[in-house]
Every structure is written in structure tokens, then in C-alpha cells.
């Protein structure tokens, strides 16, 4: 497997991505975007996207602040989120790069696309997708669902995976309701999964460091929630 | 693949259930006990015992009135499904002699065992879990949620798995909400799968006869939960 360090551009802004693929492969083959956590591009998103080289698909880890920063303090973290959130249009585009990045990849199929992300990763994803980009699919794993532009009718063409803690206080059931009805209201293709006894950032074993209730690792979430991410793939890339 | 015609008692009533499984393969097996929709056991759930059968599994279709009987008429099934739930603990006996009839079977290992059903089958198998049956896990397809009897704090062996149609008229989302709620605070391990533009009786390919709005086919929620489904299979017989 090679992994690489991949620049892109959003602006003037350098982005530093991580790539993963198998080189042992000859032929385009599906691409999968992973967009990261609210602390930035680091070693949980990386290490889903060897796993997913290791299956064959072509994985772009997104950055989404720019030089590859990462932040280890939620609060600092949280704020670099508000200030990227705070126009849609700008927060689209930053998702929009590395899509377009990783679909001018040579062993990528551009027909082929998925998005997938983690916490703020997943509303990357969640955004894409409401945006209308060229997705097959896009899974959110404990990504925020609210939105300032719901989708629109007929507008939205990746199918949707949602998996979703139960107890993640950042993800309440409200703001699933709230999809659910966005969602079907523009006809979409989507389904939600729902994790009993399960909290935020479930996939990321390293979650406990954030020392905080509500954030916390779940081995059988997580492990869940992987194959049913591939059932899916399995699904929209036959 | 063998399939009978088999007898059991629920006190003075006799029913009339379908069992299917390899005649070919020794050994004990996992035994699944399916349960109909409100209509009694049909064409569905016989099915579905058929493909259990075929994946290795040993099915027993339970018939919930006796006698194997089948109505075609909505509003009388859902005359005797009143019936038939007007007392909790003979509803949860219904269940029981079906379970039990399928543990006793040389072929089956009894430690081994998991219930799935359709609409009131779902309600049938989340009965069973809440009353402690030694089941590895349960799967509701379209079933409905409500009980009289709410699980009670470390009683329920069995893992949960509920697959329902986001528009489902009979499982609307306050039921959704309130299955969360109860098996949350009495420590179950659950997940819940939730279907985009999918209603009631979702994995029937003769729902439509019904003629109601609120009731029918979809073909992508049944093929998906079915997957989920073997793969839920998969983790709780590993």
C-alpha cells in the first residue's frame, strides 16, 4: 500500500491531505473522500483511509483547515469549527476541493465517488451531498446534521448513510427528526442508523483523551457501524 | 433443503407451524424462529424460513392463532391481533411454545437461538426479549414497538435489532422514540435502522394487495434489511 502526503488548493488556502491506495492496482477505482474530526486531519481519519486502500478504494483524507494544522484542545478546536461553519458556501467549498482533488486522481474513477466523515467530517459530507456533487453515497458517522440550506427538491444525488449514538448529546434526537423530514421532503435515498448506549466520536478509540462525558469510544459501534459503511458501498458501487 | 408441516400446543390450542432447514448438514444449528404479519402464517414468512434454511440456519415459521389459519382481510387480522395482545403475559406465551418447540429440535443448539418477525411478528420477538428468553438477539421488520409490559433493568438477553420505515403510518417516531427510551434505561444493547420513503410492511412484496396507503412494498429496505439483518446474524452466532 502507498500512502502520501497531497496538496490542494481552496484559494489561497494550502490544504495537506493524506492519500492512501493500493499501487499494486491497475485501473480507476472508486474514490473515497474522508473528512475528519473538529480537531483536524490526524491519525483516526488517516488510519480509516489505509483501511479502506487496503480494500481497494482509493482514499483521500481531507484537511480541513489548511497546512494540515490539528488542534488537541476541543474548545480551540470548536472555535476553528464556528468560524469555517459560519458561511455554508465557503464550508461546501472546502469539502468541494478535495472531492475535486481526489476525483483528478489518475487510479480514481470520477464516475465513482463516495464522502465519509467523522463529527464535523460527517456534516463535510452531509454538505457535499445537499450540495448536489457527483456522489454515489456519503456516510456521516457522528457528523452534526443540522444545516443552514436544506437540501432541496431533487437536488441531492449520493444516497445517504447516517449512523448516529443514541446518547451523543452533540446529535440529539431532535436534529435527527430534523433530517429525517429535510431528507424526505427532497426525495432523497437516505437511511439512519441509530446506536443504543452510544455517544459521540463512538469510532475514534482515542475519544476518551477529550476528557469529557457525552465523548466516548464504542468498540461494538464502531465495528457496526464500519460494515455497515461497506454493506453500502457494496451497495452503490456495484 | 427439507421443509414440514410441524405441530405444537399453547394449552388447548393447537398451531400449526413451517419448519425449513438442510437436511443434508449434521450437527446442531442455530435456530431462528420467524414470526408472520398480523395475517397469520403466509406465503412471507414461510419464504423467509426457506432462506434461512438455505443460509444454514433451522427455521420454524410460528402460526400465532392456531391451526395455521391466515385472514386476507386487514381489518379482521387486525381484530384477532386485539385479541391476541389484550393480555400481555398470554401474548408472550404465543411466542413462547413456538420458541420452545423449535429449541427441543434434535437438529437445533438450544443456546443458539435468535427470533425475527414482521409486523406483529416484530412485536412478537421484542416480547420474547423483554421477557428474558434465551435468545442471542432478535430482529423487528416493520413491527410495532409498543408494549404493556416495558423491559425491565438487566432482563433482556438478547441483543436488539429494529428495522422500520421512517413513514410508517403504525410505527410513527413518539414509538421510535419511546423503544429508545425504554431499552436505554434498561441497559440493552439495541440499534435501530431507520428507511428513508419506506412504510409499513416494507419487506412484502404482497403488501400492495392490502390496498392501503401506508402499506407497501419496498424493495431496497427489504434487500437492506435483510443484509443487516445476516449481518447482525453474523456477529451474535460467531
Redesign the interface.
Known amino acids: 500500500m502507498k500512502t502520501e502526503s497531497i496538496e490542494y488548493q481552496d484559494g489561497a488556502v494550502t490544504l495537506r491531505g493524506f492519500l492512501a491506495y493500493d499501487d499494486k492496482k491497475t485501473g480507476k477505482r472508486p474514490g473515497i473522500l474522508v473528512m475528519p474530526e473538529a480537531f483536524g486531519l490526524g491519525t483516526h481519519a488517516k488510519e480509516r483511509a489505509e483501511r479502506l486502500a487496503s480494500l481497494g478504494y482509493v482514499a483521500l483524507a481531507g484537511d480541513p483547515y489548511g497546512n494540515g494544522v490539528e488542534y488537541n484542545d476541543l474548545q480551540e478546536a470548536i472555535k476553528h469549527v464556528g468560524a469555517l461553519r459560519e458561511d455554508p458556501a465557503k464550508f461546501r467549498q472546502r469539502g468541494r476541493v478535495a472531492l475535486d482533488k481526489l476525483a483528478s486522481l489518475p487510479q480514481v474513477d470520477p464516475n465513482r465517488l463516495a464522502a465519509i466523515g467523522y463529527c464535523m467530517g460527517g456534516t463535510f459530507a452531509l454538505e457535499l451531498a445537499r450540495d448536489g456533487a457527483s456522489l454515489k453515497g456519503i456516510v456521516s458517522f457522528h457528523g452534526g446534521l443540522e444545516t443552514q440550506r436544506p437540501a432541496a427538491s431533487g437536488q441531492v444525488k449520493a444516497k ?1 448513510l447516517v449512523c448516529t449514538g ?2 451523543d448529546p452533540f446529535i440529539p ?1 431532535a436534529q435527527v ?1 430534523a433530517l ?1 423530514d429535510e ?2 421532503k427532497a ?11 452510544t455517544v459521540h466520536s463512538f469510532t475514534n478509540p482515542e475519544a476518551g483523551k477529550v476528557g469529557m462525558p457525552g465523548i466516548a469510544y464504542n468498540k ?2 464502531d465495528e ?1 457501524s464500519w ?2 459503511m461497506m ?1 453500502f458501498f457494496d ?1 452503490i458501487f456495484a
Chains 1, 2 share one sequence.
Not at 426525495?187 to 448506549?197: N, T
Open positions: 445517504i443514541a446518547d434526537v427528526n429525517a431528507m424526505t426525495g432523497v435515498d437516505w437511511q439512519l442508523i441509530s446506536y443504543g448506549g461494538s459501534a457496526r460494515k455497515a454493506a451497495e
